[in-house]
Structures are given as structure tokens and as C-alpha cells.
């Protein structure tokens, strides 16, 4: 899986690409939120939006694992 993405809850990998939360969701179609497929642990997609921007901020400094 090229981007794979370990889940904080459950600890199950799978790619987010196309994990959108719960479709019922009202900002489902637009949100920054990724989904675990195994759990529906939801997080914010680390590559958009402010998570984004200090996962960039923290990869410059160094700071992250």
C-alpha cells in the first residue's frame, strides 16, 4: 500500500485514499476526515487543511517520528 496509514485506535493499516467517513455525514463530500476501515476511527487527513500545515511545520523543524 504506497501512502499506507496506521490507525490510532485500532492500530489497523490501510490506505486512506477514498476512506471518507459516514457517508450519512453532511460535510462528507468535502471534509479533511479519514475513516478506519476496521474500526470507523475517524482523524483528520494528515496532507490538507491545518494538520496539514503542522505536519509540515514539524517535518521542517525535525520533530516528528
Avoid: H
Amino acid at each position: 500500500m504506497n501512502g499506507a496509514r496506521t490507525c490510532g485506535l485500532c492500530g489497523g493499516t490501510f490506505d486512506p485514499a477514498g476512506q471518507g467517513c459516514r457517508p450519512s455525514c453532511p460535510l462528507a463530500g468535502g471534509c479533511g476526515m479519514v475513516c478506519c476501515p476496521r474500526c470507523g476511527y475517524g482523524a483528520p487527513e494528515e496532507t490538507r487543511g491545518l494538520a496539514g500545515l503542522l505536519r509540515k511545520a514539524l517535518v521542517r523543524l525535525g520533530r516528528t517520528r
